[in-house]
Every structure is written in structure tokens, then in C-alpha cells.
């Protein structure tokens, strides 16, 4: 029986080894393991008889079907500005969080990928417009004060069967913008002092809060500055909120003094809100009574009648704000008084 030698000339891919069978009757051939290979190649063979000297060539393709043995791999690459995984507050629905590249190394059906969206509670959502680039954005107003970070999960399945799958999660964080102003705990205060006191002497603490975080959120104090109220008066620690006196008070001059305090935010553009603060003073015996003159002279006759009227003195008591009326009467220094 003739042997017939096969002989692979060139496998254009380097994929096949030497023929395993030389009997004529058999027509199988040795090859590697396929990786990363075409759907299809060519390979040249050449047969020859041993005992005559025949040569034919044959070209012969291979057609590689595949199998589902590769899960799809992903590439998240998030937009922020250190690449970190978060999302200002301010963002506006449509804004991308989140760039995802998907690939699976099947080919055909199995390299259709589906890409899905868990979490975030409906305020992020998935696009694409090519089934390779997917992009996470926005899809509902977020509010840092109310939530600020979100669980995600990005999973990507393939079309095999059984399928394969790829999945990511990550938490978004959401950064604060400074959209909340400082908010008294009283939009108006009350405080009564003595008017004698020193400078520099407690009168009342006010206290503001600000939801927004970080420098957004950290709040100074002042006084707004009014002469008619005598806001002069008084003094505010611009972090601690506490009021003093920064002179010395008049109750004769204004019994019920009062001040406008402004709590400002350090956010860019800074926010701001105000709150009064009523102070009333109470009254001391600070002042002598004064006579409205100095000096008086009166005239009268020598016939006139003993109990006649003959002068009325005002004094001024500003202690209490009122006149005190004298009147002198022709009767052995007899002097009734009458206060109104």
C-alpha cells in the first residue's frame, strides 16, 4: 500500500502543528488551541507518494466557530475633575457622571452586550448610542442636603448561553454647592439689662445654622450698622454670636435699643440672613432733679391775701420723665405740692 506523506506548506497563522496520520485512508491533522483567531483562514497543503514522485496541492479554509467563553469586560471612567466618583448637587439633568467602554472577545451573537443601571434611586440613568460607549448622567435633581451619596451598579451580560456577565458598583458621592442661606433659631430676640453696666458686659448669643457643608456652610456674624437704633452701643464676636455692650448705656437717652445682626456664609457668592434683637434697659436712679430756673423772683402787695397763689415751680425729674409742680402760698411757708 502506498503511503501518502501530508505536509502543511504555510498555515498563515502559525496555529498548526506537524500532520499526526500518514495513512491514506485518514485525513486528520494536528492543531494549538485557538485564541484571538479570524472567524475564518486558509492553510496550504501539499501530498506526495513516497513510492512515486506526485505532488498535489490544496488549499483548504477553516471556519471557526465560537464558543461562549469570555465574559464581556468593562472600562468605567468618571467625569469629575480628579476622576473620582461624585457629581456636584448643581448638576442639571442630562450632565454625564460616568463613561463606560464594554467589549466581549466572542464573536458574534456572543459579543452582543447588554448594559443595565441599578440603584441611585431613579436620579441617574444609562445611555448609549452605539451599544460600545455607555454614558451615566444625571436624570433628576439632586439635593445634597436631603441625600448625598448613591449606590450604583453597572452590570454588562452577554447574548450566550448560558450568559455571561460583568458587573461594577460604586457609590457617587454628591458634592455641596452653597444654595441654602444661614437660618436664625429666632427671627427676633428679647433681652433686659440694667442700664449701668460696663463695656464689654454679656447681653445675649444668637445662633444661626447653615445645611450647606464646609466653608459653604461656616458662618460670621456683624452688626448692622444704624445710628437711630444705637446699634453703636453694642458689639458681636463674629464666630460665637455673643453680644456685649461697647460703651456705656443711657436709659435717658434710649430706653429700648436695638440691633440688626447679619450671619453670612463663607460660600462663593456668600448668602446671608438677619435677625433684631430688642434690648431694654432698665432704669437706675443715675440723675439729681433740676429745677426748670435757677432763680425766681416774684412780685406780689403786702394786702394780699393769706392761702393767694403767688408761684409755681416746675422740676424736672428725668429719673422718671415727669414734672413735679410747686406751688407757693401766702400761709406761714406753707407749701402744698402737686405732681402731674
Not at 48 to 70: G, K, L, P, S
Not at 88 to 101: D, F, H, T
Not at 180 to 191: G, I, S, T, V
Amino acid at each position: 500500500m502506498p503511503v501518502i506523506v501530508f505536509l502543511i506548506v504555510d498555515d498563515f497563522c502559525g496555529q498548526f502543528e506537524s500532520i499526526e496520520s500518514l495513512s491514506p485512508c485518514s485525513r486528520t491533522f494536528g492543531g494549538r488551541r485557538f485564541i484571538s483567531l479570524p472567524h475564518f483562514f486558509s492553510i496550504l497543503m501539499t501530498s506526495y507518494c513516497c513510492f512515486a514522485i506526485q505532488v498535489t496541492n490544496a488549499f483548504v479554509t477553516i471556519h471557526v466557530r465560537d464558543y461562549n467563553d469570555n465574559q464581556p469586560t468593562m472600562t468605567i471612567i468618571f467625569l469629575s475633575e480628579d476622576g473620582s466618583p461624585r457629581i456636584s448637587e448643581g448638576a442639571q439633568p442630562g450632565q454625564y457622571v460616568a463613561r463606560i467602554s464594554v467589549t466581549d472577545p466572542d464573536y458574534g451573537e456572543y459579543a452582543n452586550v447588554n448594559v443595565s443601571l441599578e440603584g441611585g434611586d431613579g436620579k441617574f440613568a444609562l445611555t448609549t448610542k452605539d451599544s460600545i460607549i455607555y454614558l451615566i448622567c444625571v436624570d433628576q435633581v439632586l439635593d445634597r442636603e436631603e441625600r448625598d451619596t448613591y449606590e450604583l451598579r453597572v452590570m454588562a451580560t452577554d447574548a450566550g448561553t448560558p450568559p455571561l456577565r460583568a458587573e461594577s458598583s460604586f457609590t457617587i458621592q454628591v458634592t455641596d454647592v452653597n444654595d441654602n442661606p444661614p437660618l436664625f433659631d429666632q427671627q427676633a430676640y428679647k433681652q433686659t439689662i440694667p442700664e449701668v453696666v460696663y463695656p464689654g458686659s454679656f447681653v445675649l448669643q444668637v445662633t444661626a445654622r447653615d445645611k450647606d457643608q464646609g466653608p459653604n456652610g461656616d458662618i460670621r456674624y456683624s452688626l448692622l450698622k444704624d445710628k437711630k437704633s444705637h446699634s453703636d452701643w453694642f458689639s458681636i464676636d463674629p464666630v460665637t454670636g455673643i453680644i456685649t455692650t461697647a460703651m456705656a448705656l443711657d436709659y435717658e437717652s434710649e430706653p429700648a435699643p436695638s440691633v440688626t445682626v447679619v450671619a453670612t456664609d463663607n460660600g462663593r457668592p456668600p448668602m446671608s440672613s438677619t435677625a433684631r434683637v430688642a434690648v431694654v434697659l432698665q432704669d437706675v436712679n443715675d440723675n439729681e432733679p433740676v429745677f426748670s430756673s435757677n432763680f425766681y423772683n416774684v412780685t406780689i402787695k403786702e394786702n394780699t391775701a393769706v392761702g393767694t397763689c403767688f408761684l409755681e415751680v416746675g422740676i424736672a425729674l428725668s429719673v422718671c420723665l415727669s414734672v413735679c409742680l410747686f406751688t407757693l402760698c401766702l400761709s406761714l411757708l406753707c407749701c402744698c405740692s402737686s405732681c402731674g
